[in-house]
C-alpha cells in the first residue's frame, strides 16, 4: 500500500514528537501496516504483509518499536489531537460530548500486561481478555479517542513480580475502571478539551461517586 500524500503528512506531523528517525521510521511502518485489509494484525504478519522479502528484519524493527523504544504514547496522542480536533469543530452551540468506554481485547496465555478472566464487551462474555478504559470527544462531524489507558486487574496490582517482569512501572496501583475513567475527565478538563457533556453506559453511570464526581467539571448522562 502507498501511503497517500495526506497520510504522509499526517504520519510527518505525529512523528515529529518521537525525536529519533529510527523511531519515526517505527511509526510509519507500524501505521502502514494497521492500514492494511489484514485478519491478524500483530507484528509478525504486519511484517509479512508490509515487506515480504524482509520479514526478520522487519519484524524485529516493528517489535522493538511497539515494546522497547522508549516513546510517550500520550505525546503521541498529543500531536493527534493538535492535528485533528481543529478539524473537528463544530457549530457554536452545538453539544460536545466526552464519550467514556471501555474495550476488550480476546488474549490467549497469561503474560500479556492485564489479561485475565474478565468481561469482554467484544465477546459479550467473561473471556480471557485485557480491557482499555477510553475517552472520546464527540461532535456532530466526528469523534477522537483522546485518552486510553489499560485496566490493571487486582489479581496483578496484587503480584509485584508478575508486573515488574511484564515491565509495569512500580508506581502504577490498582483504579477501578470507573476511577480511570473520572482520572482521565479531569486531565481532559484541564488540559482545556472540549467537551461539555460526559456520556457512559451503565458499568459507569450506575455508579454515583462517579456520576456526583463527573457532573462538576460537565454534565453526566447515561448512553
Known amino acids: 500500500m502507498e ?3 495526506e497520510f504522509g503528512r499526517y504520519l510527518g ?3 515529529e514528537c518521537l525525536g529519533r528517525s529510527e523511531r519515526k521510521v517505527g511509526l510509519r511502518d507500524y501505521c502502514r501496516g494497521l492500514m492494511l ?3 491478524r494484525k500483530s507484528i509478525e504478519p504486519l511484517a509479512a504483509a508490509i515487506d515480504p522479502y524482509h520479514v526478520p528484519a522487519l ?4 517489535h522493538h518499536f511497539v515494546a522497547d523504544s522508549p516513546w510517550s504514547d500520550e505525546a503521541v496522542l498529543g500531536a493527534v489531537h493538535s492535528w485533528v480536533l481543529p478539524k473537528m469543530a463544530a457549530e ?8 467514556a468506554d471501555d474495550s476488550g481485547m480476546p488474549k490467549q496465555g497469561t503474560h500479556s500486561v492485564g489479561v485475565a478472566r474478565q468481561y469482554c464487551g467484544q465477546l459479550g462474555k467473561t473471556e480471557n481478555c ?9 461532535t ?3 469523534s477522537l479517542p483522546i485518552k486510553y489507558r489499560l485496566y490493571l486487574p487486582e489479581s496483578w496490582t496484587l503480584d509485584p513480580i508478575r508486573c515488574h517482569t511484564a515491565g509495569v512501572p512500580a508506581e502504577v496501583k ?3 475502571k470507573p476511577q480511570i475513567s473520572l482520572a482521565q475527565i479531569r486531565q481532559a478538563k484541564q488540559a482545556g478539551m472540549p467537551g461539555n457533556v460526559v456520556a457512559a453506559d451503565s458499568a459507569y453511570g450506575d455508579d454515583t461517586d462517579y456520576r456526583e464526581q463527573a457532573r462538576p467539571a460537565v454534565d453526566a448522562v447515561p448512553l
Not at 130 to 138: F, T
Open 3 to 5: 501511503l497517500t500524500e
Open 13 to 15: 506531523h505525529i512523528s
Open 37 to 39: 485489509p489484514l485478519q
Open 59 to 62: 519484524h524485529q524493527s516493528l
Open 92 to 99: 457554536p452551540q452545538a453539544l460536545v460530548f466526552l464519550i
Open 130 to 138: 485485557q480491557v482499555a478504559v477510553s475517552l472520546s470527544i464527540a
Open 140 to 142: 456532530p462531524q466526528a
Open 174 to 176: 490498582f483504579a477501578t
